[in-house]
T-cell receptor, first 115, second 109 residues
Framework: DGGITQSPKYLFRKEGQNVTLSCEQNLNHDAMYWYRQDPGQGLRLIYYSQIVNDFQKGDIAEGYSVSREKKESFPLTVTSAQKNPTAFYLC??????????????FGSGTQLSVL | QQQVKQSPQSLIVQKGGISIINCAYENTAFDYFPWYQQFPGKGPALLIAIRPDVSEKKEGRFTISFNKSAKQFSLHIMDSQPGDSATYFCAASYGKLTFGQGTILTVHP
């Protein structure tokens, strides 16, 4: 059953703590993305990766970091520098980036809250 | 800079009614306009999409209307059902996808 798996579903962060959100895909897609969803603000792009060992900043990358060591995996770390981390985080993939009609496949998201 | 503006933020419709969500864009380089549907606690999924060379696309009860000169496009849901209750995002792309703010649709039985 192909798709994108995000874990955990809920995550709590303490002050000054870094936390890592997991994203795995078995769709054999080249491109992967991280979005942040806040009520009334739509989906904002944090980071994206078009190929293994390469990634680019999106519109709101400050306070976040990523890695792409394997095609299937694209973890997101929310660092202590991100002062307002409470949000719903969505991982997505597409066959490739750059085509206008790219179809994004999303995971079920991780809700991150600050303790 | 918000390049895709979506309205309304929330919408309540009676079962059987028509739901209409509107989006406007500024960048004329956009050449693909998808709509994504998101159920609570889930990720969005592509619902329907249109290219600017056509004025309308229909898939079942869902129709996109596109007005290139006005730089506007809208989603119409005919015979709205409680199962359509979800958040809807319009988007626009020219190789980079930009999402609207989202509309929370509630269809009352």
């Amino acid at each position: 059953d192909g798709g994108i798996t995000q874990s955990p579903k809920y995550l709590f962060r303490k002050e000054g703590q870094n936390v890592t959100l997991s994203c795995e895909q078995n769709l054999n897609h080249d491109a992967m993305y991280w979005y942040r969803q806040d009520p009334g603000q739509g989906l904002r792009l944090i980071y994206y990766s078009q190929i293994v060992n390469d990634f680019q900043k999106g519109d709101i990358a400050e306070g976040y970091s990523v890695s792409r060591e394997k095609k299937e995996s694209f973890p997101l770390t929310v660092t202590s520098a991100q002062k307002n981390p409470t949000a719903f985080y969505l991982c997505a993939s597409s066959l490739r980036r750059g085509a206008s009609n790219e179809k994004l496949f999303f995971g079920s998201g991780t809700q991150l809250s600050v303790l | 800079q918000q390049q895709v503006k979506q309205s309304p933020q929330s919408l309540i419709v009676q079962k059987g009614g028509i739901s209409i969500i509107n989006c406007a864009y500024e960048n004329t380089a956009f050449d693909y306009f998808p709509w994504y549907q998101q159920f609570p606690g889930k990720g969005p999924a592509l619902l329907i999409a249109i290219r600017p060379d056509v004025s309308e696309k229909k898939e079942g009860r869902f129709t996109i209307s596109f007005n290139k000169s006005a730089k506007q496009f809208s989603l119409h849901i005919m015979d709205s059902q409680p199962g359509d209750s979800a958040t809807y995002f319009c988007a626009a792309s020219y190789g980079k996808l930009t999402f609207g703010q989202g509309t929370i649709l509630t269809v009352h039985p």
